[in-house]
């Protein structure tokens, strides 16, 4: 029964991955009904999508997580964090300029490390709701919903992300699907 809830939240999870494909196309739709030029409506989708990705990754970095894992640590472990934060924040500068001297085609670099990251965050996210679920019915169901209500956010910047970095809607829809199934490995590692 637990891990049957996971691998349902997890199969959720994967089906809010449509959501940024989804919102664009009701936002097409309705820029139409209202006479605006398609150019103009897409414009705007990204532009709105691109800032609601920032602040979610900049708000849930600054005010949750680093916070959450500098809180009751004692002054040589804060000194230890911090620098294995300084050193991801490099590593990831570090992995973008690889990337850029790598890229050979049409699709940015940035794209190809959004989708990577995607599907460690996709991972993590599954981790977490098996654990949930593994404590009890009430956990699951509010890790359950606590991930599907970040995932929304998420991934409509996403979209606005792979579209800016060269993916046709068919393949981004494919590879952020494929990104997000790594949610089912965290919840089989968790198990």
């Known amino acids: 029964m637990v891990v049957s809830s996971a691998y349902q939240a997890a199969a959720l999870m994967s089906v809010i991955s449509f959501a940024g494909a989804l919102v664009f ?10 006479g605006i030029d398609d150019a103009k409506a897409v414009s705007f989708f990204d532009a709105t999508c691109l800032t609601l990705a920032a602040a979610a990754m900049i708000g849930d970095a600054c005010l949750h997580l680093i916070p959450e894992t500098f809180e009751g640590t004692d002054e040589e472990t804060a000194d230890r964090y911090g620098v294995l934060l300084v050193t991801g924040v490099v590593a990831v500068l570090a992995f973008e300029k690889i990337c850029d001297a790598c890229n050979t085609g049409t699709i940015e670099p940035f794209g190809v490390a959004n989708l990577l990251v995607e599907g ?16 009890n019915r009430e956990a699951g169901v509010a890790t359950t919903i ?10 409509l910047g996403d979209f606005a992300v792979l579209r800016r970095a060269g993916f046709a809607t068919g393949p981004l829809l494919a590879a952020n699907f494929v990104a997000s199934l790594t949610c089912f490995g965290g919840v089989a590692l968790a198990a």
């Open 25 to 34: 196309v009701g936002c097409g739709r309705l820029a139409s009904k209202f």
């Open 120 to 135: 460690l965050h996709n991972f993590a996210d599954g981790m977490a709701l098996q654990v949930a679920w593994n404590l």
């Open 146 to 155: 606590a991930v599907a209500v970040h995932e929304l956010p998420q991934e």
